[in-house]
């Protein structure tokens, strides 16, 4: 039997943040501190699957993305990509690395430049890891703008972001991450910004992105109603820890830890499974 080869291994990660001594550490004539934002995290992520990161504000999903990008530095642990240690990574093999690698915000309206119109904001990348010439972006950018659901592409190139709608807007951001053809695309509360008529669409596409493109992705949420649309793992973070992960099914299905369910149970619908809200279309 050949051993399972995984796109994305965090081992054993930590990272400690030192707060900040303000104006009111000085009247106290206290220490500044330390916060653990990680605390000895573990996962396992291939191509074609979908790792759902669940927890409240402050549980440490966000500074795990980070991490995951190369954004901050872990103080224990490492994390491996394709099998590279991402910590030894320089020069040409970290650029190549951050092409590998693609985030998706939460709030379409601020990740994306009010002074760009839409096909230069997705060109941008292209032109940063000096790809193609002005031809060959032009056709890539309409390429993935026409499989993020914005068609005809001709009707979208010359719009700037306020011009669009919120749903449209994240279909964009959407298109500017995978226009690199990453390996690995994390997806950072995508659609909480989002009104809820329109939600489905853009898990849908995500799901069928990772499908079509043999990728992984990062789904970081704190809402478990929207964990079966496309999850396959599910990780669930308190306070820096992971005290819970197995498949998505699973653990919306028998939670192990006390938190997981007290999640669960703030979950609006009386089952895992919510039923499917209308499908937006990308020109709502």
């Known amino acids: ?54 927890g409240e504000s402050g549980s440490g999903k966000s500074t795990l993305a980070n991490l995951i990008l190369g954004l901050e530095t872990a103080d224990q642990g490492r994390l491996v990509f394709d099998g590279h240690d991402t910590t030894t990574l320089r020069g040409q093999a970290l650029k190549a690395f951050r092409r590998q690698v693609q985030i998706v915000f939460q709030d379409p309206q601020a990740s994306l430049d009010p002074r760009f119109a839409v096909g230069r904001a997705i060109e941008e990348p292209l032109v940063i890891h000096g790809l193609g010439n002005a031809a060959e972006r032009r056709h890539r950018v309409e390429a993935v703008l026409e499989e993020t659901g914005l068609a005809p592409a001709s009707a979208y190139l010359d719009r700037f972001p306020h011009e669009l709608s919120g749903g449209q807007r994240q279909r964009v951001a959407i298109a500017r991450a995978i226009i690199l053809e990453p390996s690995l695309l994390i997806a950072d509360e995508p659609v909480s910004m989002l009104d809820v008529s329109v939600r489905a669409g ?48 699973e653990v919306m299905r028998s939670p192990a830890h006390e938190y997981t369910r007290l999640l669960i149970s703030a979950v609006p619908v009386p089952e895992a499974r919510a039923p499917s809200p209308p499908v937006e279309s990308p020109h709502e």
């Open 1 to 54: 039997m050949t051993e399972q080869r995984y796109l994305l291994e965090v081992d054993a990660v930590g990272k400690t943040f030192r707060r900040s001594r303000g104006l009111s550490w000085m009247l106290a004539g206290g220490a500044g501190g330390t916060t653990r934002a990680l605390d000895d995290v573990s996962l396992r992520l291939q191509r074609g699957k979908v790792l759902g990161i669940v």
């Open 202 to 249: 853009v898990l849908k596409l995500l799901g069928r992105l990772v499908k079509t493109r043999d990728m992984a992705m990062v789904f970081i949420t704190h809402d478990l109603s929207i964990i079966s649309y496309v999850c396959d793992e599910l990780a669930i973070l308190y306070r820096g820890k992971l005290v819970e992960q197995g498949s998505a099914q």
